[in-house]
């Protein structure tokens, strides 16, 4: 079945509990107010310090976005482009485009002018979805990339050059579109890093979609009480992969836009969070927050927190028993994945093997796991070679570029470019990449 199923049972089964809640607390701190003071609900998107919407409102948004894409004329496998930071409009519009059976596109909101255009180019987008943050970028290129024929923008004060979303979607028909999907139908383009100085375009289906749902579902075990706090972007597939086990169970989501610490534990605290996913330096800043006193864990409602996981990165040892000296009964997990196995989860710490913190984990639910030479031999246990990662989210391919994805899947596996081993146990080590790589906010940035 597509992943666009999941939505439309959630719908259907809970369809007034509240699916997404966006929180902007810079927008608290401008008016001095406290948490709840400032709440709106229905108001022009990014404008409200929190809104929410339920699983009915999720559903009926996607669809009269999909409506909108159908009437304008966009055909099944055709790509639309998705330039947002984090906001309520974000996952409606790419369910949007999934159930208008086209494919899509989101971009890394980092990129320049010149990488926005490159990047619409390679996925040949006909539409370019963006906010308000990205106007001057985008009109730098308006014109330049004839293959898109139009470009919506979602917010305030809509440029010339650009259709207003929220007057045009609103006039479109909430009920489904009526195009059939299958879990064959290619479903989405995700970038690479760019490691190599040009970031590849990753193509996957809907059964690698279902899949990530599936193993994210299984790894930490949502159910239809957990609420999972999301603060990397939407654009990544680390961010969206982990939200899935939410769409999966029915589970409420918070974006929150901004990593201070003590936004964080705000958001734990108020909105009942029972699972964080967390980088490196944030989980850092929020325990110094601590050691100094700004933050005062007993202020806080957070007895419900029962899961931090860390991913996009190698986690110190030193860390996690920092952290679990001040959180003593959270559960922690390691994820380990790229966006071509559809992000975290490929390789997996779980839960219950804490004491092998600093391995990246062992194969994941449904993965497949080996560690091979130049040769594509497999090296002895606890030899260094790369690793090769074999499943059901394993990318289509690179799009238009077969020899990168010969190079890349070889016999069904695919090789990560990451350097690694294993140890007796049958845990995994990163040890190093093939090639130089520096990672910032979670991402991977090529040297050059």
């Given at each position: 079945m597509p992943i666009t199923d999941f939505l439309k049972k959630n719908a259907t089964l809970y369809p007034n509990d509240v699916a997404l809640v966006e929180i902007n607390p810079e927008?608290?701190?401008?008016?001095?107010?406290?948490?709840?003071?400032?709440?709106l609900v229905e108001t022009k998107p990014n404008a409200a310090y929190r809104r929410q919407i339920t699983w009915l409102d999720f559903e009926c948004q996607s669809n009269r976005f999909a409506n909108l894409l159908t009437v304008?004329?966009?055909k099944k496998g055709e790509k639309v482009a998705i330039l947002l930071m984090n906001s309520m409009e974000w996952l409606p519009i790419y369910f949007g485009i999934l159930k208008a059976g086209a494919i899509a596109v989101p971009l890394n909101y980092r990129y320049t002018s010149d990488e926005i255009r490159y990047c619409l180019e390679l996925s040949e987008a006909s539409k370019l979805v963006f906010g308000p943050e990205f106007t001057g970028r985008v009109e730098a290129i308006y014109g330049m990339v004839p293959e898109?024929?139009?470009?919506?923008?979602?917010?305030?004060?809509?440029?010339?050059?650009?259709?207003?979303?929220?007057?045009?979607?609103?006039?479109?028909?909430?009920?489904?579109?009526?195009v059939e999907l299958t879990d064959d139908d290619l479903a989405a383009i995700y970038f690479s890093s760019g490691t190599t100085g040009f970031p590849k375009a990753i193509l996957h289906d809907?059964?690698?979609?279902?899949?990530?749902?599936?193993?994210?579902?299984?790894?930490?075990?949502?159910?239809?009480?957990?609420?999972?706090?999301?603060?990397?972007?939407?654009?990544?597939?680390?961010?969206?992969?982990?939200?899935?086990?939410?769409?999966?169970?029915?589970?409420?989501?918070?974006?929150?836009?901004?990593?201070?610490?003590?936004?964080?534990?705000?958001?734990?605290?108020?909105?009942?969070?029972?699972?964080?996913?967390?980088?490196?330096?944030?989980?850092?800043?929020?325990?110094?927050?601590?050691?100094?006193?700004?933050?005062?864990?007993?202020?806080?409602?957070?007895?419900?927190?029962?899961?931090?996981?860390?991913?996009?990165?190698?986690?110190?040892?030193?860390?996690?028993?920092?952290?679990?000296?001040?959180?003593?009964?959270?559960?922690?997990?390691?994820?380990?994945?790229?966006?071509?196995?559809?992000?975290?989860?490929?390789?997996?710490?779980?839960?219950e093997n804490i004491h092998k913190v600093g391995a990246i984990g062992v194969p994941g639910y449904g993965w497949e796991c080996k560690i091979v030479d130049d040769n594509n031999n497999e090296v002895k246990q606890g030899e260094v070679g790369e690793?090769?990662?074999?499943?059901?989210?394993?990318?289509?391919?690179?799009?238009?570029?077969?020899?990168?994805?010969?190079?890349?899947?070889?016999?069904?596996?695919?090789?990560?470019?990451?350097?690694?081993?294993?140890?007796?146990?049958?845990?995994?080590?990163?040890?190093?990449?093939?090639?130089?790589?520096?990672?910032?906010?979670?991402?991977?940035?090529?040297?050059v």
């Open positions: 927008l608290k701190e401008d008016h001095g107010t406290t948490w709840r003071e400032y709440e304008k004329g966009v898109i024929n139009e470009y919506i923008y979602v917010g305030a004060d809509c440029p010339t050059f650009a259709t207003n979303y929220e007057v045009i979607v609103q006039r479109c028909s909430k009920k489904p579109p009526l809907h059964r690698g979609l279902v899949n990530a749902c599936v193993v994210e579902q299984k790894h930490h075990g949502q159910q239809k009480d957990d609420v999972f706090l999301c603060i990397p972007p939407l654009y990544h597939t680390g961010a969206k992969m982990h939200w899935f086990g939410s769409l999966l169970s029915g589970g409420k989501a918070v974006l929150l836009k901004g990593v201070k610490p003590k936004w964080i534990i705000e958001a734990v605290s108020n909105e009942s969070c029972t699972i964080v996913w967390l980088l490196v330096p944030w989980a850092q800043d929020i325990m110094d927050a601590i050691d100094r006193g700004e933050i005062k864990l007993e202020k806080y409602h957070l007895d419900q927190w029962r899961l931090m996981h860390i991913g996009a990165q190698p986690v110190p040892p030193s860390l996690i028993r920092r952290w679990k000296s001040f959180f003593p009964d959270h559960e922690y997990d390691t994820n380990y994945g790229l966006s071509e196995s559809l992000g975290p989860g490929c390789v997996h710490l779980g839960v690793l090769a990662v074999r499943g059901k989210g394993v990318m289509k391919e690179y799009f238009n570029d077969p020899e990168a994805t010969a190079n890349t899947i070889i016999d069904g596996w695919l090789h990560t470019g990451d350097m690694a081993r294993q140890d007796e146990d049958g845990f995994y080590y990163l040890v190093d990449r093939k090639k130089d790589v520096i990672i910032s906010g979670g991402e991977n940035l090529y040297p």
